[in-house]
């Protein structure tokens, strides 16, 4: 009976276990003990959302002013972001000028930088430039000042559209991220209600189970005890009688035998 009842016991465990597992896995984003942690997250999400939107804005307006730029390069109008020195050189001294600025950038800043993937743009239009004048016999008039200004540009627009896909691409995931945040903070006081009568539960069982198999043990070591015969067993049949009055010594007697001895005694 106490074998059953363990085993009983035992499932219930068993399936209070896998509740509370199946529980946990659902409400993996509110677990009361993660709630610390979800609160710091939010916050560095909400100060990485404020950089970005930031950093989005200024490429924006960076975007804007190469637009401009862009539009006077090709009607001839030079600005002195674009026309400086090396607007005058030729186009092997501008790509010199643009590999050397490239090896200071990339010694500062990763690959993936505005500028240096404005400037690995630039690099590659001018080589292209120089091996199409190269081919045509005339290197030196392959791209005239004006030419480099618009690629150049180019190249900058073209950077500053893949960096404001990226990041709009980051402002989506933070928005997402700051999203299941919030929820699980909001749900960690109902899941916590929600664990805690799944753990009592559990608990509950657990005492049980402990209590019935210690019973179990209990009765399983008397019957071996009984059975290797080093257990007695005593059963009282007849109680003991406390006697009304005392077997001996017999005081009448020995009154009337001191009386005839007296009496001899005397005679």
């Known amino acids: 009976f106490l074998a059953s009842q363990a085993n009983a016991l035992q499932a219930q465990l068993v399936t209070s276990e896998n509740q509370i597992a199946a529980y946990k896995a659902k409400y993996r984003n509110a677990l009361p003990e993660n709630q610390d942690l979800r609160e710091t997250m939010l916050q560095r999400a909400q100060s990485d959302l404020a950089d970005v939107e930031r950093d989005y804005k200024s490429t924006q307006d960076n975007l804007s002013f190469l637009q401009i730029q862009l539009a006077s390069a090709k009607n001839g109008i030079g600005l002195d972001s674009g026309t400086g020195s090396g607007a005058t050189l030729s186009p092997a001294g501008q790509l010199e000028q643009l590999r050397n600025q490239y090896a200071s950038l990339s010694a500062t800043y990763t690959r993936n930088y505005p500028d240096v993937v404005a ?147 005397a005679g």
């Open 119 to 265: 400037l690995k743009h630039q690099i590659d239009a001018l080589e292209k430039t120089i091996r199409a004048g190269s081919k045509s016999g005339d290197a030196s008039a392959a791209m005239t000042p004006t030419d480099l200004l618009v690629a150049q540009i180019n190249a900058k627009i073209k950077a500053a559209n893949q960096q404001l896909q990226s990041l709009a691409r980051q402002e989506t995931m933070l928005r997402v991220q700051l999203g299941q945040l919030e929820q699980g903070i909001m749900q960690s006081p109902q899941v916590a209600l929600g664990l805690q009568n799944l753990t009592r539960d559990q608990a509950t069982t657990q005492q049980k189970y402990d209590q019935v198999r210690a019973k179990q043990m209990s009765a399983q070591m008397a019957q071996n005890l009984q059975e290797q015969n080093k257990a007695a067993r005593f059963s009282l049949i007849d109680p003991p009688i406390m006697p009304d009055k005392p077997i001996k010594p017999n005081r009448i007697k020995i009154l009337v035998l001191g009386f005839f001895l007296a009496l001899a005694g």
